[in-house]
């Protein structure tokens, strides 16, 4: 047996609108994301094909922070012929605990996948105290 | 009101509605028995077939593209690098794994003229129709 597994397709997540209207009418979709956690930082990892980096938007306020992309729109001579995807822009937030120094974010993106590495503050990183006999 | 039935999302099912007809109705075929990922779209530029297919994080040298006859073939593994040093996961959605997708184009494409674009996570595959196939103005001579 393999110990690889095929890929499934899964439907894009639409936002919920919740009631209100999304404020960017081209903004959709909420992205996949993966968050990961050592000693000193949360790592977030998220899907965001067809995103250049001027057209993303990281943003931290009062404690929550938002990441928003666009994707450009298609040639206008392309006719779609057959769709299995919609095309859209992304918007996910995510509440930061007290323990993230904000000033320190720091985020790269490369193909489609963008890495924000959130560094924790000095006094909340995890630090092994040597213990001696 | 009207403000409900848009809540629930109906012009989203008329839009998928149309689409899946659409599909059935269609020349175009993704090939069974194949996988189902990723996703494709096909467009027409008039002069090729473009095939878009979201990627995110995938090593282009992963990923092989080859177009025989009418039939395009995608297949590559996506590989979720470990982020940093002792990370343990919080959430996971992202997913990694293989991929094999075939997909039937309903007229033979120039082979020899296909690219492929990974841009973004995207990949493009450009298709220009075979000469045969492209519409050609025939000149009448007159006699």
Redesign the interface.
């Known amino acids: 047996m393999s110990d690889?597994?095929?890929?499934?397709?899964?439907k894009k997540k639409?936002i919920s609108t919740g009631?209100g209207e999304p404020i960017h009418q081209d903004v959709r979709f909420v992205p996949?994301?993966?968050?990961?956690?050592?000693?000193e930082?949360?790592?977030l990892?998220a899907?965001?094909?067809?995103?250049?980096p001027e057209n993303l938007d990281v943003d931290v306020r009062e404690g929550v922070l938002t990441l928003t992309a666009k994707v450009d729109p298609?040639?206008e001579?392309?006719?779609?012929?057959?769709?299995?995807?919609d095309?859209g822009g992304y918007q996910r937030s995510f509440t930061l605990g007290e323990k993230i120094d904000v000033q320190k974010i720091s985020a790269r993106l490369k193909?489609?996948?963008l890495?924000l590495?959130l560094p924790k503050q000095e006094m909340h990183r995890t630090r092994k105290i040597e213990v001696q006999t | 009101m009207l403000g409900t039935w848009f809540d629930d999302g109906l012009f989203e099912r008329m839009e998928r509605m149309r689409r899946e007809m659409n599909q059935l109705m269609g020349a175009f075929r993704p090939f069974v028995g194949g996988g189902v990922f990723p996703a494709i779209n096909i467009y027409d530029n008039g002069e090729a077939y473009i095939a878009q297919a979201e990627l995110p994080g995938v090593d282009p040298r992963e990923v092989d593209v080859t177009v025989t006859g009418n039939t395009l073939n995608v297949k590559g593994k996506r590989e979720i690098q470990p982020a940093g040093d002792k990370a343990a996961y919080l959430r996971r959605e992202r997913a990694a794994g293989e991929f094999n997708r075939a997909f039937k184009l309903p007229e033979a494409v120039d082979s020899g003229k296909v690219q492929a674009i990974f841009r973004n996570g995207i990949l493009q595959v450009m298709m220009p129709r075979a000469e045969q196939a492209q519409a050609r103005k025939v000149s009448i001579k007159a006699e």
């Open positions: 690889k597994k095929s890929l499934e397709v899964s639409s009631g996949d994301c993966d968050v990961l956690e050592n000693d930082a949360i790592i990892v899907d965001l094909p067809g995103v250049r298609l040639p001579q392309w006719r779609p012929v057959y769709e299995e995807y095309i193909n489609g996948v890495t590495t």
